[in-house]
T-cell receptor, first 114, second 113 residues
Framework: AQSVTQLDSQVPVFEEAPVELRCNYS??????LFWYVQYPNQGLQLLLK??????LVKGINGFEAEFNKSQTSFHLRKPSVHISDTAEYFC????????????FGKGTKLSVKP | DGGITQSPKYLFRKEGQNVTLSCEQN?????MYWYRQDPGQGLRLIYY???????QKGDIAEGYSVSREKKESFPLTVTSAQKNPTAFYLC????????????FGNGTRLTVT
């Protein structure tokens, strides 16, 4: 069975600092990987996805993530955060035979302080 | 603009009452999903439907029911059998075939007292 672990439930950071949100997954088959962002009282928006090809994936709002198959990780990074990046971030995995059903991590709350 | 509409945004019910949450999409997507979100627990799949008149249970289907009579609509009923119904409920959709990301509605926050 697949699972997703987001290693930090909360990440506080100062504005303009770099940030990394960590995500590890477990699966015995090839997977697709996603990062979503959720602002308060809203639905989730797709930040980026890895399906195949280059292991470095660029997304919206300056975020990027790197797929590391040997470490089963898909960490999300941004070199310089803004106050507006304050939100909850979810990592999700789908295996290639699951009809596209996603397994979500428990989320990481990013809090950007001035 | 195409999207997913969930209504109402906030819903209050007394314990023991059934309540139905609405989800409508105009994206022409075949697949629709219902997730439950609780603080610190991420999203958990309740039910999903790949096609009209067909749906499958997700990981936490007990106490919930759904219908899929139209492609655009996937209502969720929270029954009195659901032990802890207070939560944030999210509806999502995607095209079938390939791996398309999920599109989410803005959610309904249900409070049962």
């Amino acid at each position: 069975a697949q699972s997703v672990t987001q290693l930090d439930s909360q990440v506080p950071v100062f504005e303009e600092a770099p940030v990394e949100l960590r995500c590890n997954y477990s699966s015995s088959v090839s997977v697709y990987l996603f990062w979503y962002v959720q602002y308060p009282n809203q639905g989730l928006q797709l930040l980026l996805k890895y399906l195949s090809g280059s292991t470095l994936v660029k997304g919206i709002n300056g975020f990027e993530a790197e797929f590391n198959k040997s470490q089963t990780s898909f960490h999300l990074r941004k070199p310089s955060v803004h106050i507006s990046d304050t939100a909850e971030y979810f990592c999700a995995v789908s295996d290639r035979g699951s009809q596209g059903n996603l397994i979500f991590g428990k989320g990481t709350k990013l809090s950007v302080k001035p | 603009d195409g999207g997913i509409t969930q209504s109402p945004k906030y819903l209050f019910r007394k314990e023991g009452q059934n309540v139905t949450l609405s989800c409508e999409q105009n994206l022409n997507h075949d697949a629709m999903y219902w997730y439950r979100q609780d603080p610190g627990q991420g999203l958990r799949l309740i039910y999903y439907s790949q096609i009209v008149n067909d749906f499958q249970k997700g990981d936490i289907a007990e106490g919930y029911s759904v219908s899929r009579e139209k492609k655009e609509s996937f209502p969720l009923t929270v029954t009195s059998a659901q032990k802890n119904p207070t939560a944030f409920y999210l509806c999502a959709s995607r095209p079938t075939g390939g791996v398309s990301p999920l599109h989410f509605g803005n959610g309904t926050r249900l409070t049962v007292t």
